[in-house]
């Protein structure tokens, strides 16, 4: 455990998942570890958290990471190094190629989880003193469309409105949005909108998510038709006349040919229903709520973003609300739900490859500005690769040199087995890691370097509604681990550019860029912190969340933009886009008859590094899986909890079954959290097609052409571990952490009696074991105890009875064990005795599906609020209210059966 030293008060921090930028507050729970809680002066939750959010404190420990920079030699070994050698190994690996190659034949591959200070420098380094712009990261998965859609109407990518739009709405569209898991603490406050104000939330998705437990009316479209809706909404706006001439007029160009486009798409209701699935009635629903309620709110997530005609999707949102005028007023505007923590400060540095810096492109007028205010020798003057190009020029060898910092994309990148695949040819690649081991390390990374985690991490965010805040550290670096921009600095030097990355501390970088963001502005640009350009660095250590614009000698700030025009194009006025007809780019076809959809769940966040290490997390949905409509089930021969092989055209995964009528027919769902450290089949990344859209270059993750079939495994069952084990080869397994150790749950069609041959060398050779085997019933169980306490055990059954292991994960983290607990533990009753709490629900309070069923067929409990009351679930976070709803409902439908 990184320890954490006493820091009476507590320390005020941000949260490092989502986008919403939650504030929270950290203190020392007196024994080295930390209390973590929501900061209830910070404005964009004021106190309130989500599931991953509280369980901060239990993904602090080192086991996982790196802790010393590394060199790979020639026996494909690491030997630790020290600093000064690894930093000059990499600055000469990177020379070495440049000067062979050129500039473009390097890259840097960076994170929305980097600080901003991080980003800017990796940023400067690459764009102004190497002399490319191949710099991408991660977001360009993220919400590289929006940004697309931002610039394209905006001249600039700017999120017009606030949170607090979100409390003024009189309603709230909700576009490929799983907010009730996504962004749960932004979700809450719009469900506090619709109880106490009467606010209307329409959820417009393919698949019925948490989110639509609480919609109002719920659009269940055809996957890829938000541009078909949305191109209705406005003839229909415009045939009712209910646009917003002035508005058009004075601030906005382009509006006939951007409804002809419109027509030309969705002329008449008829075509609008048929192009999106969606019943005629519920269409003329919708568009009578937006025209009828002038403070709407269309907030868009992955589901617009990730597709191969995202920006077009995100333009046809922003087209309505401009021809309506609500944009820039309070509870009005397009509102963009950043994924990830610091995609924003990504943004705002230039950290996307078709991005210079601090808002500005590649134009003359701004590659000179750039260039003087850096004083770069050699500033890059064209836009860099985007990260499916960049990953397609490194497999095609012309890109020979990669810096990845702070992210995984050997399994998050679409195509993710090509991605390993072509790392592995680099002549040189970095990794910057927390971690010792991910699919990119193990992609043969040359050398790796420890960097500073969330924690030991000093610096700002920005959220989704442009607000920038500290991340402050609370714990050492513990080995050797350094922070990004000191990495990042040091490499500089190295190469050759001592003066201009002569950082003394990080406030130092924050000036420079707030300096940057002002240089030349004069409001001609969004993105402006002249206001904080000087600020000493107690004010910046004591700096409270503020949101841009801060200009300097402004006297008072507005929160939002665009209520009256002053767009950010030459004329300052808004450009209507003309939308392309919505079409699904790749085809379905006989050998690939399905659509696989991508995202995320509750309880997790990206590839696990952090959120994996959470017991209490790891136990809402354990395993990977894949939703299936019923329908589609039964005509492929697949059962609610059984296996089925998912292929695409670029790979395959084994993934345990869940059948769902709120998937669409024709559709399957995966999450995407899940990697080769984590799971033996589960990368979904790999299935996931490479087309990207036109104007963002942002992959489509939303619809790849798959196939499914069921897959028959003899046993099931689980491990229990106190480090962690290899599980036998041929066998399925998902890893997760549990109390006390790692969890292991595992399925065979090897033979009971190869299975028990391959469980003693799992445990300590001086372990006490007892078995239990009833070989007819297809049943083993061994346990192996020291010192009084399970040490680990193994449990397999005939996979139509798989053993259930909450009862025995309980045990297992309990320091000692009675004889009758150890006697229980594997007696042929013990199973039954135990009684199973069923998926957890409630990661709060540990309250299980099982006893909340329980609780509603008692009649203890009949609707939500007497849940909470009567076993607490639901009453914390708030994170898992939609699925209570849901079981409630279920309930309720079940009894009138
Ligand atoms: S909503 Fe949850 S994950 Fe997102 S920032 Fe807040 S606490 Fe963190």
Request: net charge neutral; proline share 5%.
């Amino acid at each position: 455990m990184n320890a954490l030293s006493h820091h009476p008060p507590a320390v005020r921090t941000t949260c490092p998942y989502c986008g919403v930028g939650c504030g929270l507050l950290v203190a020392s729970d007196g024994l080295g570890g930390a209390i973590v809680s929501g900061d209830p002066k910070h404005p964009a939750n004021f106190g309130r958290l989500c599931s991953k959010g509280s369980a901060l404190g239990e993904t602090l420990g080192l086991d996982t990471r790196l802790l010393h920079p590394m060199i790979r030699g020639a026996e494909r070994n690491y030997s630790r190094v020290d600093w000064d050698k690894a930093l000059g190994h990499v600055a000469a690996g990177f020379r070495t190629v440049i000067e062979r190659s050129g500039a473009d034949s390097v890259a840097f591959y960076l994170s929305g989880q980097l600080l901003t200070e991080d980003y800017y420098v990796a940023n400067k380094l690459m764009k102004g003193f190497i002399g490319t712009a191949n710099v991408d990261t991660n977001s360009r998965l993220c919400m590289a469309s929006s940004v697309a859609g931002h610039r394209r109407a905006f001249g600039s990518d700017t999120v017009p409105g606030c949170y607090e739009d979100l409390d003024q709405a009189d309603l709230i569209i909700l576009v490929g949005s799983n907010a009730a898991w996504c962004h749960p603490v932004l979700f809450q406050r719009m469900t506090r909108n619709q109880a106490e104000r009467g606010a209307r939330l329409v959820v417009i998705d393919p698949r019925r998510t948490a989110t639509a437990e609480s919609a109002d009316l719920v659009l269940p479209i055809a996957p890829g038709m938000d541009t078909a809706l949305f191109a209705g909404l406005l003839v229909r706006l415009a045939d009712t006349l209910a646009l917003d001439y002035s508005y058009i007029d004075t601030s906005t160009t382009g509006f006939e040919n951007a409804i002809a486009a419109a027509r030309a798409i969705a002329p008449d209701l008829a075509t609008t229903a048929r192009l999106t699935g969606l019943a005629a009635a519920d269409v003329v629903r919708f568009f009578e709520l937006f025209q009828a309620t002038p403070r709407v709110v269309t907030c868009f997530s992955q589901g617009v973003n990730q597709s191969a005609q995202g920006t077009d999707k995100v333009s046809a949102i922003i087209n309505c609300h401009l021809a309506t005028g609500r944009i820039g007023r309070p509870g009005m505007g397009p509102f963009s739900l950043t994924g990830q923590p610091n995609a924003m400060g990504g943004r705002e540095v230039g950290g996307l490859a078709n991005q210079l810096a601090a808002h500005m492109g590649f134009v003359g007028e701004d590659i000179d500005r750039v260039r003087r205010f850096w004083n770069a020798p050699q500033i890059a003057t064209r836009e860099g690769l985007k990260a499916v190009q960049m990953f397609d020029a490194i497999a095609a060898g012309r890109v020979k040199a990669l810096w990845v910092m702070g992210t995984n994309p050997a399994a998050s990148l679409p195509r993710a087995g090509a991605v390993a695949a072509a790392l592995k040819e680099l002549e040189f690649l970095v990794v910057s890691e927390n971690v010792l081991s991910n699919d990119t390390v193990r992609s043969g990374a040359h050398v790796l370097l420890p960097a500073a985690a969330w924690g030991e991490k000093d610096g700002t965010v920005t959220n989704s509604e442009r607000r920038i805040s500290r991340q402050r550290a609370f714990l050492p670096l513990p080995g050797e681990a350094r922070p990004d921009w000191w990495i990042v600095s040091q490499v500089a030097k190295h190469m050759g550019f001592a003066d201009a990355f002569a950082y003394a501390s990080v406030a130092d970088i924050f000036r420079e860029h707030a300096a940057l963001s002002a240089f030349e502005n004069s409001g001609r640009r969004d993105f402006d912190l002249g206001a904080l350009a000087h600020i000493s660095d107690e004010q910046f250590a004591a700096l409270e969340p503020v949101q841009w614009p801060a200009r300097a000698n402004e006297k008072q700030r507005d929160q939002r933009f665009f209520a009256h025009g002053g767009f950010f194009t030459t004329d300052r006025k808004a450009r209507f886009a003309v939308l392309e007809r919505p079409a699904l780019r790749a085809p379905i076809s006989e050998a690939f008859p399905f659509r696989l959809n991508t995202g995320r769940i509750r309880d997790q966040w990206h590839t696990m590094t952090r959120s994996g290490l959470s017991p209490r997390l790891a136990q809402h949905l354990p395993e990977p899986f894949v939703e299936v409509n019923p329908d589609d089930a039964q005509a492929t021969g697949l059962l609610d909890g059984g296996f089925a092989r998912v292929t695409s055209p670029f790979g395959a995964c084994v993934l345990r079954v869940s059948i769902s009528p709120g998937q669409q027919p024709g559709s399957l769902f995966a999450p995407i959290h899940w990697t080769g450290e984590t799971s033996s089949s589960a990368r979904v990344g790999e299935l996931v097609t490479s087309e990207t859209d036109p104007h963002s270059g942002q992959p489509e993750a939303k619809a790849t052409p798959a196939k499914i079939a069921p897959i028959m495994f003899a046993f099931r069952g689980f491990v229990l571990a106190r480090a962690p084990i290899a599980m036998p080869r041929e066998t399925w397994w998902a890893k997760v952490a549990v109390n006390g150790g790692h969890g292991y749950l595992f399925a065979a069609e090897r033979s009971l009696q190869s299975l028990r041959e391959c469980t003693p060398p799992m445990f300590a050779a001086d372990a006490d074991i007892a078995d239990y085997i009833d070989e007819p019933r297809g049943v083993y169980r061994m346990a192996a105890f020291r010192s009084g306490r399970l040490d680990g055990c193994v449990f397999i059954g005939p996979a139509s009875a798989a053993p259930h292991w909450n009862a025995i994960v309980d045990l297992f983290a309990a320091d000692a064990l009675g004889d009758v607990e150890r006697r229980i533990l594997l007696s042929g009753r013990s199973v039954d005795g135990f009684a199973d709490t069923g998926p957890l629900v409630c990661a709060c309070f540990g309250v299980g599906l099982t006893a909340i069923r329980n609780a509603i067929t008692s009649g203890h409990a009949s609707d939500v609020e007497a849940i909470g009351r009567t076993l607490r679930a639901g009453t914390n976070c708030g994170s898992c209210l939609p699925e209570l709803k849901r079981i409630v409902a279920d309930a309720r439908i079940t009894a009138n059966v």
